[in-house]
């Protein structure tokens, strides 16, 4: 079946540092890839997601690449916040059953210190 | 603004016990989910339902039931809570199709005693 695989957290890293969180899954078909975050004490949020191969997913500058040859889908952020402190899914769309559903990676913890 | 909500943050019930989680979500969305998220093992979908008194199982659907009468409302339900169903329990929907997000509610922390 379907499934992520999201690199073992932690991760911290102090302020501005480079950010860099591997996801790889395992699918059939054409998949979409997202990555969600978790606020301290909340539920997931959409971070940002790609539909296609090669295309590029962007936002509060995050971003990642859907990268079909090495089935990858990297979560990269050139210099981090300790505001970006929260806990990071990586995830694909598939079909189950009837319809379409969410299967997620377990999930990378990301510390940040000012 | 968008908006799922979950009955309550905190739950604590005892082994034995018949347990109702309450999502209501006022999007309009086909889809809902139930989740649970335990550490090391991310979430895992128990139930989702597409449409009005539909229902499928997820990959954990063991131990749990779901009914959905109203389309803004999904309810989990644990017939007799055993302490290995201690979790966070995550309610979500979507328009549905494979681009669509998911809309998280904040979550129901289950404590079973």
């Known amino acids: 079946g379907d499934s992520v695989t999201q690199m073992e957290g932690p991760v911290t890293l102090s302020e501005e540092a480079f950010l860099t969180i591997n996801c790889t899954y395992t699918?059939?078909?054409?998949?979409?890839l997202f990555w969600y975050v978790q606020y301290p004490g909340e539920g997931l949020q959409l971070l940002l997601k790609?539909?296609?191969?090669?295309d590029k997913g962007s936002n509060k500058g995050f971003e990642a690449t859907y990268r079909k040859e090495t089935t990858s889908f990297h979560l990269e952020k050139g210099s981090v916040q300790v505001s970006d402190s929260a806990v990071y899914f990586c995830?694909?769309?598939?079909?189950?059953?009837?319809?379409?559903?969410?299967?997620f990676g377990k999930g990378t913890l990301l510390t940040v210190n000012p | 603004d968008v908006k799922v909500t979950q009955s309550s943050r905190y739950l604590v019930k005892r082994t034995g016990e018949k347990v109702f989680l309450e999502c209501v979500q006022d999007?309009?969305?086909?889809?809902m989910f139930w989740y649970r998220q335990d550490p090391g093992l991310g979430l895992r979908l128990i139930y989702f339902?597409?449409?009005?008194?539909?229902?499928e199982k997820g990959d954990i659907p063991e131990g749990y039931s779901v009914s959905r009468e109203k389309k803004e409302r999904f309810s989990l339900i644990l017939e007799s809570a055993s302490t290995n169903q201690t979790s966070m329990y995550l309610c979500?929907?979507?328009?549905?199709?494979?681009?669509?997000?998911?809309?998280f509610g904040p979550g129901t922390r289950l404590t079973v005693l």
């Open positions: 979500a929907s979507s328009f549905g199709g494979l681009l669509d997000e998911q809309f």
């Open positions: 699918a059939t078909g054409y998949p979409s």
């Open positions: 790609a539909t296609k191969a090669d």
């Open positions: 995830a694909l769309s598939s079909i189950g059953g009837s319809n379409y559903k969410l299967t």
């Open positions: 999007m309009d969305h086909e889809n």
């Open positions: 339902s597409y449409d009005v008194k539909m229902k």
